[in-house]
């Protein structure tokens, strides 16, 4: 039994590698190619798994460790920071997206409580995904991309709340088959581990923690066990193995370590994910999936042109502009892990049938497939339907357009350096020490603000916005500094630099621009482009720092 269990475990793990290449090559998150590990090695495929205790167990292990790393992240202090736009944009779309996903669900002829659910699942948007496709577009830090990190967090309490109802009508579907005196058992254990939760974060957290710290490896191994026993403990409870995990991970934000102990955790999180979605594919008829095929792909559409038009409508009526808006709501157009665990809660409960959870499977793979496309391709696809999206945007968006001439200086202007990072401050710093009259842009409001409060002139935008660099004074413009950072690899028209370059061109300006790259291979076709100078910066700190080594 033991080896047949090692067999198949290797097996499964060989197959998750070699889909997951294959999904890496086809630019897909590793989601997709879990599943389609569970749906291939399951009884209506090829009937791999055959250890369903032992595999059911990795998966709610994996549960209770992907609910720490939530709960890591619900530290009081970051949710009080929560700016208004963040949780105006994030309660409306949760509560937009269940509305009409639930309206739909009854046009389809979903019985009303399935369709709760499914509407609930299409509300939740997978933060890693998005946080990965943001971090490797370099995005994370742009206007839009703060925003939707802040509303990704509002989902994140809305799981939890959704989380704890499941588990309070959990309780109350545990009161038709025992005594009063369970119900009242259950209930007065939940506020024992909450007030126990108050007391470790009050008096035991952080000390604990700094003693732990002396060794990562330790760290590590305390945090997946507190979380096992946290989950164990609420589930023996009767409050289920989710609040536990959340309620684990929340005793841990407030310290110092959370950060480490999540970045340490996050690849246990995936190997694990693969086993609950191995579970969740093996336990799906491929019969039922092919009933589901049209419903999918009606709530599909939903999600993925829906919940975006949601985002851009909320923010548009906030006062941001058009392109804020669609690049912020293309970031909700998929359902994420959570959606699948939320329909696996309510099968457990009886609330929902294989058909539901087969549904928002499909729902998931679809949506997570294309927006991961959509997202990678933002800047494009705005191009395309620019025309079409002014209904979405006040004649005025003073969000954006105020801040701007609030910081900005409207007068002329020797240079003007895009990215305030280390590299564009730099410049620009030396450039005013040597009198010149110097604007520097930026996509991070914090950079803008820092730059403006140095006694800098400053501006808020994007310089792959062509509205935006049309809209600049470049008459007495001597030379375009570019110190955004981009990809390495082979350009492409969304990269900064080429879009700043032919906005510019676009604009009419006929000065000097110079662009900053990381390799000298980029030089010879950004220069047979229109570029004046390219800067190489690492090279040229080398080169400084082996003269000074030299004369020293």
Same mark, same amino acid.
């Given at each position: 039994?033991?080896?047949?269990?090692?067999?198949?475990?290797?097996?499964?793990?060989?197959?998750?590698a070699?889909?997951? +290449?294959?999904?890496? $090559? *086809?630019?897909?998150? @590793?989601?997709v190619?879990? &599943?389609?590990v =569970?749906?291939?090695? #399951?009884?209506?495929?090829?009937?791999?798994?055959?250890?369903?205790?032992?595999?059911?167990?990795?998966?709610q292990?994996?549960?209770a460790?992907?609910?720490f790393l939530?709960?890591?992240?619900l530290d009081l202090?970051?949710?009080?920071?929560?700016?208004?736009?963040?949780?105006?944009?994030?309660?409306?779309?949760?509560?937009?997206?269940?509305?009409?996903?639930?309206?739909?669900?009854?046009?389809?002829?979903?019985?009303?409580?399935?369709?709760?659910?499914?509407?609930?699942?299409?509300t939740?948007?997978?933060?890693i995904?998005?946080?990965k496709?943001?971090?490797?577009?370099?995005?994370?830090?742009?206007?839009?991309?703060?925003?939707?990190?802040?509303?990704?967090?509002?989902q994140? +309490?809305?799981?939890? $709340? *959704?989380m704890?109802? @499941?588990?309070?009508?959990? &309780?109350?579907? =545990?009161?038709?088959? #025992?005594?009063?005196?369970?119900?009242?058992?259950?209930?007065?254990?939940?506020?024992?581990?909450?007030a126990?939760?108050?007391?470790f974060?009050?008096?035991?957290?952080?000390p604990?923690?700094?003693?732990?710290?002396?060794?990562?490896?330790?760290?590590?191994?305390?945090?997946?066990?507190?979380?096992?026993?946290?989950a164990?403990?609420?589930?023996?409870?009767?409050?289920?193995?989710?609040?536990?995990g959340?309620l684990?991970?929340?005793?841990?934000?407030?310290?110092?370590?959370?950060?480490a102990?999540?970045?340490r955790?996050?690849?246990?999180?995936?190997?694990?994910?693969?086993?609950?979605?191995?579970?969740?594919?093996?336990?799906?008829?491929?019969?039922?999936?092919?009933?589901?095929?049209?419903?999918? $792909?009606?709530?599909?559409v939903?999600?993925?042109?829906?919940?975006?038009?949601?985002?851009?409508?909320?923010?548009?009526?906030?006062?941001?502009?058009?392109?804020?808006?669609?690049?912020?709501?293309?970031t909700?157009a998929?359902?994420?892990?959570?959606?699948l665990?939320?329909m696996?809660?309510?099968?457990?409960?009886?609330?929902?049938?294989?058909?539901?959870?087969?549904?928002?499977?499909?729902?998931g793979?679809?949506?997570?497939?294309?927006?991961v496309?959509?997202?990678?391709?933002?800047?494009?696809?705005?191009?395309?339907?620019?025309p079409?999206?002014?209904?979405?945007?006040?004649?005025?968006?003073?969000?954006?357009?105020?801040?701007a001439?609030?910081?900005?200086?409207?007068?002329?202007?020797?240079?003007?350096?895009?990215?305030?990072?280390?590299?564009?401050?730099?410049?620009?710093?030396?450039?005013?020490?040597?009198?010149?009259?110097?604007l520097?842009?930026?996509?991070?409001?914090?950079?803008v603000?820092?730059?403006?409060?140095?006694?800098?002139?400053?501006?808020?935008?994007?310089?792959?916005?062509p509205?935006?660099?049309?809209?600049?004074?470049?008459?007495?413009?001597?030379a375009?500094?570019?110190?955004?950072?981009?990809?390495?690899?082979?350009?492409?028209?969304?990269d900064?630099?080429?879009?700043?370059?032919?906005?510019?061109?676009?604009?009419?300006?006929?000065?000097?621009?110079?662009?900053?790259?990381?390799?000298?291979?980029?030089?010879?076709?950004?220069?047979?482009?229109?570029?004046?100078v390219?800067?190489?910066?690492?090279?040229?700190?080398?080169?400084?720092?082996?003269?000074?080594l030299?004369?020293?």
């Open positions: 039994m033991t080896d047949s269990i090692f067999y198949e475990i290797a097996i499964l793990v060989l197959m998750a070699a889909l997951g +290449l294959l999904g890496l $090559l *086809a630019r897909q998150p @590793l989601v190619a879990f &599943i389609a =569970g749906v291939l090695a #399951g009884p209506d495929a090829l009937g791999v798994v055959s250890s369903t205790d032992f595999i059911e167990t990795l998966s292990i994996s549960i460790v992907l609910l939530v709960g890591l992240k202090a970051l949710i009080r920071s929560l700016g208004k736009v963040a949780v105006a944009t994030g309660l409306g779309q949760v509560t937009f997206t269940a509305l009409f996903g639930f309206l739909i669900c009854l046009l389809l002829g979903i019985d009303w409580l399935p369709g709760l659910y499914i509407a609930v699942a299409l939740f948007s997978s933060t995904i998005i946080v496709l943001l971090s490797d577009k370099q995005e994370i830090s742009a206007l839009h991309g703060k925003i939707a990190l802040g509303f990704l967090i509002v994140d +309490l809305f799981v939890v $709340l *959704a704890v109802l @499941l588990s309070a009508i959990g &309780i109350q579907a =545990g009161d038709e088959t #025992g005594s009063p005196l369970d119900v009242v058992t259950v209930l007065a254990g939940g506020i024992g581990l909450v126990f939760v108050v007391l974060i009050r008096f035991v957290a952080t604990l923690l700094n003693l732990m710290s002396r060794s990562p490896e330790l760290l590590v191994i305390f945090a997946v066990g507190w979380a096992a026993g946290m164990a403990t609420a589930d023996a409870f009767g409050l289920g193995k989710e609040l536990g959340l684990a991970g929340m005793s841990l934000a407030s310290t110092r370590y959370r950060d102990i999540s970045s955790l996050s690849s246990l999180r995936d190997f694990l994910l693969l086993f609950f979605f191995i579970n969740l594919g093996a336990s799906l008829s491929l019969g039922s999936l092919g009933n589901q095929v049209v419903p999918a $792909l009606v709530l599909s939903f999600v993925l042109v829906g919940n975006p038009m949601i985002v851009l409508a909320i923010m548009g009526a906030m006062g941001y502009r058009k392109r804020t808006g669609f690049l912020a709501g293309l909700v998929q359902i994420s892990e959570f959606s665990i939320f696996a809660m309510g099968m457990s409960l009886g609330h929902v049938n294989e058909e539901a959870m087969g549904l928002v499977t499909l729902v793979l679809v949506t997570i497939a294309v927006s496309y959509m997202i990678t391709w933002s800047h494009r696809l705005y191009q395309f339907l620019e079409y999206l002014g209904i979405f945007e006040r004649r005025t968006p003073y969000r954006e357009t105020g801040e001439s609030a910081q900005g200086n409207q007068g002329s202007h020797d240079f003007i350096i895009f990215g305030l990072g280390r590299y564009g401050s730099r410049i620009g710093s030396r450039l005013k020490d040597q009198g010149f009259r110097v520097g842009i930026d996509f991070d409001p914090e950079a603000t820092k730059w403006h409060g140095m006694g800098f002139d400053a501006e808020f935008g994007d310089a792959t916005d509205d935006f660099l049309a809209h600049l004074n470049l008459a007495d413009v001597r375009v500094v570019s110190a955004v950072p981009r990809e390495r690899g082979a350009l492409t028209e969304a900064p630099q080429l879009a700043l370059l032919h906005g510019l061109q676009s604009s009419g300006y006929r000065g000097k621009i110079f662009l900053s790259v990381q390799t000298v291979a980029e030089t010879d076709d950004l220069i047979s482009r229109g570029a004046s390219i800067l190489h910066p690492f090279d040229d700190a080398a080169d400084y720092a082996v003269k000074q030299i004369e020293a």
